[in-house]
């Protein structure tokens, strides 16, 4: 079984305002405050979530795995700017090819293993034969 959270929505971190989080709390409070100005850095939340030490306890609540399929669970609807998700897969499900169109989104595994694969999208309009795997 695998959890992840994920943030979905652009600028360098700066390191002199830069504070890590203690608990789900903490990572909410702080994601609204970055919400709060118009052009959201991409880069700090992406430190954010990585340097996030979670208690894998606080989401027992949120948690709850179906055999097959991923489970999306909202953590925080985030001042309507984002969603702060927990997802759930089990060892033998996975998520269908799929974009966050003019949005960006940001992974954390807390728990388990977690493979992405990401693809180009198609400059044609034949969308759906062209579907490419990105080079690394």
Known sequence: ???????????????STFCSCQSVQDLVAHINKKFEKEFVNVDYLLKLMNTYNCDIKEF???AHFQSGKCSRYLI????????????????ESGSVIHDHSNSDCILKCIEG????????????????NNIQEKKK
């Open 60 to 62: 027992t609540r949120y």
């Open 76 to 91: 925080d609807k985030g001042n309507g700017e984002y969603n702060l998700l927990l997802l759930c897969w089990s060892s």
């Open 113 to 128: 293993t977690l493979n992405e694969t990401r693809y180009e999208r198609p400059t044609n309009v034949d969308v759906n």
């Open 1 to 15: 079984n695998s959890s992840a959270m994920a943030l979905v929505k652009n600028d360098g971190v700066d390191e």
